[in-house]
């Protein structure tokens, strides 16, 4: 498992804003602490607001992946 | 219906979204009224009706000129700001294709601004954009570094943010070493009439509607010697610059109004500056909540924030329910769907964006209102997707 590889990846395929960030809000406490929790949205906004809300929540942003099918994966490690 | 009978009466709504139109300030409605009659003819011709017209246009050319501390020859009246916007921008840039066609600005310019870059794109125009930081400010380095690059025909750099209210640093760009043979466009839509122009522009473009004048009048300053060339098809009006029949009323009423609010400036300023403060301070203390833009360096009646997990069509829905109408940046109240590119450069959280802009009657009651009720809004927003 590399450094980057998601523990969990939510699909949020087809949600518009701000239904990604409500679903990282919701699942951020399945993943262990340290760990990475991905988000695949193809929401233009969710290239703005994951970075925001890591901020916010005090969570690291660590960056975005790519999903076979072309949707980003945006990645946080949980910190707390 | 939980809320039947508590329905507010139309004379409490609080319109707080100045920023996108201020109501039509009184002298202006009385300017309007009176030269409405007056003002039909057109102001080219020789006979009374047409002289009629044209004293009333040189008159509100006289009295923008007067207010704004400019030459009365520099001012235009165009068709609306964002016609301002695309006239000075692309004229400055057409009277400099030799030395260059890009164009530099900050990322965070009015729509206006980055169509007419766009739309440059096709006879050849590039642009440079420039990051702002965390408030919206633009890098004053990077900015530099841009307009001393090659083949550059224009800087254009917003007087202040119509979104977040930063004031841009114009004055610290020309004392930092800004070149002074590239021409620089100040859009200052945002600010005219409340703030003075900031110096050393080559033109300038404002709308008048921003600050209680009349929708459709916008005003385009072009410094005395620079060199400015119609990126349009020309007209044959009274003014070099201008295109189409002059709106002598409006431009009359917008003139009338500008005199207005320079006059009541320094005590509306003072007013929705405190207020403006008191938004900022209450609205911190919702937890979850982005508080965008400077808190000191910024206009005196506007202020953004997002509030995480909430629906900026949402907001603005249950706060126009409760009497307050605002905007909001987010995609979801957007018809491109795309987030607002102020808040994206800024890494500013995009949804759940309100904005919140005072007219020069809005009252302390009326922000308390607001203050009051949006607490109770926000956790209902969220208990609904269960997040609280």
Redesign the interface.
Same mark, same amino acid.
């Given at each position: 498992m590399s450094a980057t590889e998601p523990g969990l990846t939510l699909d949020c395929r087809g949600k518009a804003c701000p239904l990604p960030i409500i679903e990282l809000g919701r699942h951020l406490g399945e993943v262990e602490i340290g760990t990475i929790l991905g988000v695949a949205a193809d929401d233009p906004a969710a290239r703005y607001d994951v970075p925001a809300w890591a901020r916010m929540r005090q969570q690291e942003y660590v960056g975005e992946l790519t999903a076979p099918d072309g949707v980003p994966i945006y990645l946080v490690r949980r910190l707390g | 219906m939980t809320n039947a009978g508590s329905g507010r009466a139309t004379d409490d709504y609080a319109y707080l979204d100045s920023a996108s139109s201020e109501p039509l300030h009184p002298a202006a409605r009385e300017v309007l009224l009176a030269a409405i009659d007056q003002g039909y003819a057109d102001p080219r011709r020789l006979h009374r009706p047409a002289r009629n017209a044209r004293l009333l246009l040189d008159n509100a050319r006289d009295v923008v000129a007067e207010c704004l501390g400019v030459r009365r020859e520099e001012v235009t009246f165009t068709s609306s700001g964002t016609q301002a916007v695309h006239l000075g921008l692309l004229g400055l840039a057409a009277a400099r294709e030799r030395a260059g066609r890009v164009i530099v600005h900050s990322a965070v310019e009015h729509q206006a601004v980055h169509h007419a870059v766009e739309w440059s794109a096709r006879f050849g125009g590039r642009a440079e954009v420039v990051g702002v930081d965390a408030v919206g400010r633009v890098d004053v380095g990077r900015f530099i570094e841009a307009a001393t690059g090659p083949e550059v025909a224009v800087l254009a750099l917003q007087s202040a943010n119509h979104e977040v209210g930063t004031l841009q640093p114009i004055a610290a760009l020309r004392s930092a070493g800004l070149p002074d043979d590239v021409p620089l466009f100040v859009d200052a839509g945002a600010s005219m009439g409340r703030l003075p122009l900031p110096e050393g522009w080559s033109a300038l473009a404002g709308s008048a509607h921003k600050w209680g004048g009349p929708a459709g009048v916008g005003i385009l300053l072009v410094r005395r010697g620079t060199r400015w060339v119609n990126p349009f098809p020309v007209d044959d009006r009274a003014d070099e610059r201008g295109v189409g029949f002059e709106n002598v009323p409006a431009a009359l009423a917008a003139a009338a109004a500008l005199q207005a609010v320079l006059a009541e400036r320094d005590e509306v300023n003072a007013r929705q500056r405190e207020l403006i403060d008191l938004v900022r301070a209450r609205v911190a203390q919702i937890p @979850?909540v @982005?508080v965008v833009g400077d808190p000191e360096e910024r206009l005196p009646h506007l202020v953004t924030f =997002?509030v $995480?997990?909430?629906?900026g069509e949402a907001l603005v829905t249950e706060l126009d329910r409760i009497g307050a109408g605002v905007a909001s940046g =987010?995609?979801?109240t957007s018809s491109s $769907?795309?987030?607002s590119h102020v $808040?994206?450069a800024m /890494?500013?959280?995009?949804? /759940?964006n309100i904005r919140l802009s005072l007219t020069r009657n809005t009252t302390r009651a009326q922000v308390e209102h607001l203050l009051d009720a949006l607490p109770g809004v926000v956790s209902s927003l969220r208990a609904e997707? /269960? $997040?609280s």
């Open positions: - | @979850d @982005d =997002s $995480l997990y909430a629906a =987010s995609a979801c $769907l795309e987030p $808040l994206a /890494g500013a959280l995009t949804h /759940g997707v /269960g $997040l």
